[in-house]
């Protein structure tokens, strides 16, 4: 590809992703005393189930317009449910107004009745936009009949609009709870209701917050002075446990493995001389008694099994990594306020679809140091990366959107849109995966660190791992330790704590210890009604994750080692991931224990699309294992003489 191609792919690729971040302010705005203020209609939800939504009329409204018009909604909002339309309410800036009437008296039959009754017994509310402002309300409410049993069902008719303003712009918008008595009425099962009155009042009074600040205003997203000292408090515990974990692995490195090396490089003060007669003679020397790490030197560069595979998980979580990396980055900078119309979703759409080339060329040149020039192939890489993380994904939301076409919710993407974001995967994502593929098969590997003798030791053309260039192109250097064909037999018995999975539970637990806190916030405004600000103490607390995880997974890999097991190349894997699985059974716990969510829809979404999270967190940090094992096994290994 010429050097304008990919000049302009990358201009392509930002401004595509610049323009699905550009803020969504389609009615906000600057307002004359009287000017209307544009009121929408948008959905309802279950309040247990606020992710379970439905278009605004699934409920029998009596007030509709003569024609129904809906708005053009962005990727974010349609994926986020919102189905937006014209309402009858009308409001003027500034202007006051008492019991006004929407559409006249209307009648309700036993059927429409029924509805209402249903949508109350599930504690429906709906959601409307004022200024592009949400604003939520209660369909009705129940309370229990103490003479004849069971409940009383009363549909709330009237909607009290309290703005405030901030010279000539809207500031916030909220929906009175406070009921008097006519602004609802009693509704009884299989009883038409023959005149009903719907109404609404506005009440406009000024302030003094500033437009910039009318999001944590409208949303009361403000953190309370306790749950910022949480935060930082579960910070500063996590922050002594990298410090706990920094000092442990200092003290490996400076001085269980200084001492290793000094005993190991003792054959230097031996005269050769003495050392042929000791061959002769069939004495032993120092190092024919190495024990441990030292003595798998020979096997412990060996390439892993299904190497393809260990490639792609490498490649697409380095993906993933920079993805998060870069929400984060945005969250921090204030893209993803709240309410800003599912932005965050057309974020990581694009972000994934963009950085593709990543994966890649991770995932490729990952695999030519393991299998060598001769036998790699990346198409092969291109295929099995492109699909690792897109195919479950694929298979999760089928399920989960044929649940909710089934249910008739909103959530359910229109086929034009899911033909859209296929065409965004089969035109952008998969070509850039397969170039940046291509890309890693001809990138130079940089060699491992060695001790380079003057006389050269004769190369196979591909021999586990030790391989090199043909053809005039540039020599590899070997691994720092030569690798032997036949393998090494493993050990038979080893104690009980240095049994794998007990090993991947540690390394799992700690780092899920670290982001504890973080976690169950998050799953509060995801799954129910919390707004979530604090994406500083996110982002720093994803570094403490990423430096936690690293440490654990090295330590882990040291015990292994020093058992003279040198199949640490998946084991640094499963390590990294095992924190992602801990996440999945957290979500187990909150959903049983701690959330109130019911349904078959809400139960395909949450545990779908929180396996789908789980994995991808499995997906970065096994790639993130996998890094700091490799660094720590060669820099032990680079500091001894092998042969």
Request: charge should be positive; hydrophobic fraction near 45%; glycine fraction near 6%.
């Amino acid at each position: 590809m010429s050097m304008h191609c990919m000049h302009l792919l990358r201009i392509l690729a930002f401004c595509a992703i610049f323009a699905c971040l550009q803020v969504t302010a389609i009615f906000s705005g600057h307002y004359k005393f009287n000017d209307p203020t544009p009121v929408r209609v948008s959905n309802v939800a279950p309040f247990h189930n606020p992710t379970e939504k439905y278009a605004y009329d699934i409920i029998p409204w009596p007030c509709k317009p003569p024609v129904i018009h809906s708005d053009n909604p962005n990727l974010g909002a349609i994926i986020n449910g919102e189905r937006n339309r014209q309402s009858l309410y009308q409001i003027h800036f500034q202007r006051s107004t008492n019991k006004q009437s929407v559409c006249g008296e209307k009648e309700l039959s036993s059927k429409d009745v029924n509805k209402f009754i249903d949508a109350i017994n599930k504690e429906f509310q709906y959601e409307m936009w004022v200024d592009d402002l949400p604003v939520f309300g209660r369909v009705g409410f129940a309370q229990p009949n103490e003479l004849m049993g069971g409940k009383l069902y009363f549909l709330i008719t009237h909607r009290h609009f309290h703005i405030r303003y901030n010279k000539d712009q809207v500031i916030t918008v909220n929906i009175s709870t406070r009921l008097q008595p006519g602004h609802y009425v009693e509704i009884k099962k299989d009883t038409p209701l023959e005149q009903v009155h719907f109404t609404y009042s506005v009440e406009w009074s000024p302030t003094t917050v500033a437009y910039s600040d009318r999001w944590e205003e409208q949303m009361q997203s403000n953190p309370t002075r306790y749950q910022v000292e949480a935060h930082w408090l579960w910070v500063l515990n996590s922050s002594l446990l990298v410090v706990l974990l920094t000092g442990l692995l200092s003290m490996i490195l400076l001085r269980t493995l200084k001492n290793d090396v000094a005993r190991y490089l003792q054959v230097d003060q031996i005269d050769q001389e003495d050392a042929a007669q000791a061959r002769v003679s069939g004495g032993a020397t120092d190092t024919e008694h190495d024990s441990g790490w030292k003595r798998i030197r020979s096997d412990v560069f060996r390439p892993p099994p299904l190497p393809f595979l260990f490639s792609s998980i490498v490649g697409i979580g380095a993906q993933i990594l920079m993805i998060v990396f870069f929400l984060l980055t945005l969250a921090v900078i204030g893209y993803f306020y709240p309410g800003n119309h599912g932005r965050i979703y057309v974020a990581a759409i694009f972000l994934y679809s963009f950085t593709a080339y990543i994966a890649g060329y991770m995932a490729s040149s990952k695999l030519k140091e393991l299998v060598g020039c001769e036998s790699h192939d990346w198409m092969v890489s291109c295929g099995i990366t492109s699909s690792l993380f897109a195919g479950p994904y694929l298979i999760v939301f089928g399920i989960v959107n044929s649940i909710a076409a089934y249910h008739k919710s909103s959530i359910a993407l229109p086929f034009a849109t899911i033909v859209a974001i296929i065409l965004l995967w089969a035109f952008v994502t998969f070509p850039l995966t397969a170039f940046g593929a291509y890309r890693g098969g001809k990138a130079e590997i940089e060699p491992y660190p060695c001790h380079v003798k003057k006389i050269r030791r004769p190369l196979p053309d591909a021999v586990d791992g030790v391989w090199a260039y043909r053809g005039g192109k540039a020599e590899i250097e070997p691994y720092p330790c030569h690798v032997k064909k036949i393998r090494r037999p493993l050990p038979d018995a080893l104690p009980w704590y240095h049994n794998n999975i007990l090993l991947a539970l540690t390394a799992g637990f700690l780092p899920f210890m670290a982001i504890y806190v973080e976690v169950h916030t998050i799953f509060m405004s995801v799954w129910g009604h919390q707004p979530y600000t604090l994406f500083g103490i996110l982002l720093l607390t994803f570094v403490i994750l990423l430096i936690v995880t690293a440490f654990v997974v090295i330590l882990m890999c040291y015990f292994q080692l020093t058992a003279e097991d040198y199949r640490w190349w998946w084991s640094s894997l499963i390590r990294g991931s095992a924190c992602g699985t801990f996440m999945y059974a957290y979500a187990v716990y909150y959903w049983f224990y701690t959330a109130h969510m019911s349904g078959s829809l809400q139960f395909s979404m949450f545990f779908g699309y929180t396996f789908m999270v789980s994995y991808a967190c499995c997906l970065m940090l096994a790639a993130v294992g996998h890094w700091s094992s490799r660094w720590f096994v060669v820099r032990i290994y680079k500091a001894i003489k092998s042969d």
